[in-house]
């Protein structure tokens, strides 16, 4: 009479996929995490070249630039200090004797997801159109 053999995976087997999926995802992650955080980075872009943009009309109209987020014509949200997804934290510093020279930051928000993005913590545009930091961040 023959004898059956059983078919499957050994322990060993098991193991080794185990241990290589393992090796994977240690290296699959880190690359995935830098990437949405290179992604959300869009989000304080789209901020600073809205209240950018929003500033020049404010000087337009009224010959100065605007002292506070709130008085700019953008979205509440960004109005509140915040990026359209939350990402960011927006701040607006008027300086010169007439008020006729601005800066726009954002800043990556300290609680949220894109608080580990060490590479781009900080964005800043001015009233020139000049864009900090310009290495690879922009």
């Known amino acids: 009479m023959m004898q059956k053999r059983q078919r499957g995976l050994t322990l ?11 090796i994977i995802a240690t290296i ?18 789209v901020a600073l070249e809205t209240v950018a943009m929003a500033q020049e009309r404010f000087y ?10 709130s008085s700019l014509q953008v979205s509440t949200d960004i109005q509140g200090g915040a990026s359209d997804q939350g990402y960011y934290n927006i701040t607006i510093a008027r300086s ?28 800043t545009i001015n009233h020139q159109g000049v ?3 310009a290495s690879g961040c922009w």
Request: with cysteine; proline share 6%.
């Open 60 to 69: 337009t109209i009224n010959g100065e630039y605007a002292a506070g987020l």
């Open 28 to 45: 699959a992650y880190p690359i995935y995490t830098n990437q949405v955080q290179k992604s959300r980075r869009a989000d304080a872009k």
């Open 12 to 22: 060993v087997e098991l193991m080794v996929v185990v241990a290589v999926m393992a």
């Open 131 to 133: 864009k900090t930091p």
């Open 96 to 123: 010169g004797a007439d008020n006729e020279q601005f800066t726009v930051t954002a800043t990556a928000s300290g609680s949220g997801p894109q608080a580990g993005d060490t590479a781009c913590p900080t964005f």
